[in-house]
């Protein structure tokens, strides 16, 4: 089997190297070997590989700034999902796509079900939306993973942002009103690594194709993620000054930011649990796994 990746320096697409390696050839490509912002090279890469799966990690994710990039954000998250839809339909290949709980508002009480109309606030919402309809419609063998908060030992995070600023501080001023479970790159790369492997043994035409909410077990809030990993640092003997208790709570209104983030992130993976029979574990195993690697 021949698995093409992109985005490989990224938090999944790093992790999606290791977890893929044992089923097969993988070709792993970051944007100084193919920019996802440019169509043509997308598919001359994808043409020159000719692989069973491919597997798209790889997005524009700099929220903040995509609303005043939008044509970049719209290119990357967008434009490329639709070539490589096409170039993996041509080939009659599996795709693998990773999209966001920014699809939605936010505004849901519960946790939000993959049947739940998206209404994205965002520019960044937006266009991971638009490259979902992409997908969708230009290739039915795809899988598109919904997920959030995500958090690995590689590239930049949430948690590591804590530990650099608590480091450097003696109180931090959290949001604590935004809810949603943090993921870790690890837990995604394993998942997809599951299902390439029972797409390859259940075959393309038994295999359960779709859109799925994929996260960590439980949910938090910003602050008390913030608090976990200051508590967890400390407990290892990671020299901060600020303590659990230093780790003040933050309105979202009391911080604005140039895109609206979704009050309520939680996504029920009810569905991919059912589906695949897989157990998702709660949010604290990953992130402890992930501060192991990096304190």
């Known amino acids: 089997m021949k698995i093409l990746v992109t985005g490989k320096n990224g938090q999944v697409g790093f992790e999606l190297l290791r977890s893929l390696a044992p089923l ?66 041509r080939l009659g290949a599996f795709l693998v796509h990773y999209s966001t709980d920014y699809v939605f508002d936010g505004a849901k009480d519960g946790a939000y079900l993959e049947s739940d109309v998206p209404d994205p606030q965002s520019v960044y919402g937006r266009t991971k939306l638009e490259g979902e309809h992409a997908i969708v419609a230009a290739n039915p063998r795809h899988m598109i993973l919904r997920t959030s908060w995500v958090v690995g030992a590689h590239g930049g995070n949430f948690a590591k942002t804590m530990l650099r600023l608590a ?5 931090l001023d959290v949001v604590a009103d935004q809810f949603g479970a943090p993921t870790s790159a690890a837990l995604l790369a394993d998942l997809t690594a599951h299902l390439v492997r029972q797409h390859a043994a259940q075959g393309p035409e038994l295999f359960p194709y779709g859109t799925y909410h994929v996260v960590a077990g439980g949910e938090t809030n910003w602050c008390d993620y913030a608090r976990f990993v200051i508590a967890q640092a400390r407990a290892a003997g990671k020299p901060l000054q600020v303590t659990p208790e230093a780790v003040h709570p933050l309105s979202t209104a009391a911080y604005p930011t140039p895109a609206k983030r979704p009050a309520n992130s939680k996504l029920d993976t009810s569905r991919f649990r059912d589906t695949f029979g897989l157990h998702l574990p709660d949010w604290k195993e990953g992130v402890r796994h992930v501060l192991q690697q990096i304190l």
Request: a negative charge; one cysteine or more; aromatic letters at 2%.
């Open 167 to 171: 480091a450097e501080r003696d109180r």
């Open 24 to 89: 097969g050839v993988i070709i792993g490509v970051d944007q100084a070997e193919c920019d996802l912002a440019d169509a043509e090279a997308i598919r001359a890469l994808v043409r020159s590989v000719e692989p069973d799966v491919i597997v798209n990690p790889a997005a524009y994710t700099a929220v903040d700034k995509a609303e005043s990039d939008a044509e970049m954000a719209y290119a990357v998250n967008a434009d490329a999902a639709r070539v490589l839809g096409e170039e993996a339909a």
